[in-house]
């Protein structure tokens, strides 16, 4: 079923279906941890309802903001919320293939890239490989290393990759980014409170980027019970 939701921000409104895939968490999260430099371009790979794109117009001085989605129905709809948030000048989504980034975008045509890719292997508890929850959350149409192969062609130089993915994984991540050439510069992890253990990992990679990572302090989600922690009611607005 279709509805409206109010993302708190800047007036925006998303339209999302919960039959399909409503954004979560590790979104809000990750549009956090995007750094974007005044009037540059960024590319979301697999931009889903848009919810990315969408925060980060307010969030940052981006001169444009490109959402690339597969499903032809999420691809509708995110272009829809943007219409609807009057915001067509600045975000653009392009219903395509993440696998085909470099060839319809061209090399070295974003500054920063992000993503909220699938989590999990595929058949890792799959029942319908062929809906939309699943394509979201397991890596059917699109493996990491293809996210991490297109984020190269399309960057510039120096460029910067933003995503959020499972702390369990973590180790697969950094052998994929760096046999990529995209070195892992920050890293911070989020607990869903101070006394359990991560249930998400941020993390930028730079294109040909040196030796050195920054492991930044944790970002804890809640300090009880349905109470937000003080970082996420000032910073997010919760």
């Given at each position: 079923m279709e509805r409206l939701d109010d993302l708190q921000l800047s007036g925006l409104k998303i339209l999302q279906d919960t039959e399909r895939f409503c954004f979560g968490m590790d979104a809000v999260v990750l549009s956090g941890f995007v750094k974007v430099k005044k009037g540059a371009r960024l590319l979301d790979m697999g931009t889903g309802t848009g919810i990315l794109p969408?925060?980060?117009?307010?969030?940052?001085?981006?001169s444009e903001l490109v959402g690339l989605e597969i499903q032809e129905e999420s691809a509708a709809m995110a272009s829809r919320s943007v219409e609807?948030?009057?915001?067509?000048?600045?975000?653009?989504?392009?219903?395509?293939?993440?696998?085909?980034?470099?060839?319809?975008?061209?090399?070295?045509?974003?500054?920063?890239?992000?993503?909220?890719p699938p989590y999990m292997a595929a058949g890792q508890g799959l029942t319908n490989p062929d809906g939309p929850l699943a394509i979201a959350r397991h890596e059917i149409l699109c493996c990491f290393e293809d996210i991490v192969r297109q984020s190269f062609i399309v960057l510039?130089?120096?460029?910067?990759?933003?995503?959020?993915?499972?702390?369990?994984?973590?180790?697969?991540?950094?052998?994929?980014?760096?046999?990529?050439?995209?070195?892992?510069?920050?890293?911070?992890?989020?607990?869903?409170?101070?006394?359990?253990?991560?249930?998400?990992?941020?993390?930028?990679?730079?294109?040909?980027?040196?030796?050195?990572?920054?492991?930044?302090?944790?970002?804890?989600?809640?300090?009880?019970?349905?109470?937000?922690?003080?970082?996420m009611r000032r910073d997010y607005g919760f």
């Open positions: 969408l925060l980060l117009s307010a969030k940052t001085e981006a609807l948030n009057g915001l067509s000048e600045k975000i653009r989504i392009v219903r395509g293939d993440i696998k085909e980034a470099g060839k319809l975008f061209g090399p070295a045509s974003f500054s920063v890239v992000c993503s909220n510039r130089q120096g460029g910067s990759l933003f995503l959020v993915h499972k702390p369990e994984r973590l180790s697969e991540l950094f052998c994929t980014l760096s046999a990529g050439r995209m070195e892992p510069k920050r890293l911070r992890m989020v607990h869903p409170f101070a006394d359990r253990e991560p249930s998400m990992v941020l993390i930028e990679a730079v294109k040909d980027g040196k030796k050195g990572m920054k492991v930044e302090k944790p970002l804890i989600l809640y300090e009880a019970k349905d109470i937000y922690s003080e970082e």
